[in-house]
């Protein structure tokens, strides 16, 4: 049933770009607020970006990336993408894409682990010299 499902991970150089996929499969995520987290060892788990329900057209990043990340939507592929410029090695970390099920159509200016559901096996972003 409902699943979404992380690709486009990889190991890059500081300074170059990667674009992460989030295929969502059994539900239409276009009704969702859809966000992005990333957990790198010895950290906490960071809230990175946030694109909300179609209709709102908002979208949030945390301050470690705005800038250098774009969040998108393709409704037609029911994938949400995750564009990744200018890495740097405190990027590196595992990449989980989420459904937001509190307030579930909107993302707010803050991000909570405990709002989003559907904790999947994430990808791996390397950013190393």
């Known amino acids: 049933q409902s699943q979404l499902v992380e690709s486009g991970g990889g190991e890059v150089q500081p300074g170059g770009s990667l674009r992460l996929s989030c295929a969502a499969s059994?539900?239409?995520?276009?009704?969702?607020?859809i966000g992005w987290f990333r957990q790198a060892p010895g950290k906490e788990r960071e809230g990175v970006s946030c694109?909300?329900?179609?209709?709102?057209?908002?979208?949030y990043y945390a301050d470690s990336v705005k800038g250098r990340f774009t969040i998108s939507r393709d409704s037609a592929k029911n994938t949400v993408y995750l564009q990744m410029n200018n890495l740097k090695t405190e990027d590196t970390a595992v990449y989980y894409c989420?459904?937001?099920?509190?307030?579930?159509?909107?993302?707010?200016?803050?991000?909570?682990?405990?709002?989003?559901?559907?904790w999947g096996q994430g990808t791996q972003v390397t950013v190393s010299s």
């Open positions: 059994g539900f239409n995520a276009d009704y969702y607020a």
């Open positions: 694109i909300s329900q179609t209709s709102y057209d908002t979208t």
């Open positions: 989420v459904l937001k099920q509190k307030s579930y159509y909107y993302c707010g200016d803050y991000m909570s682990s405990d709002d989003f559901a559907f």
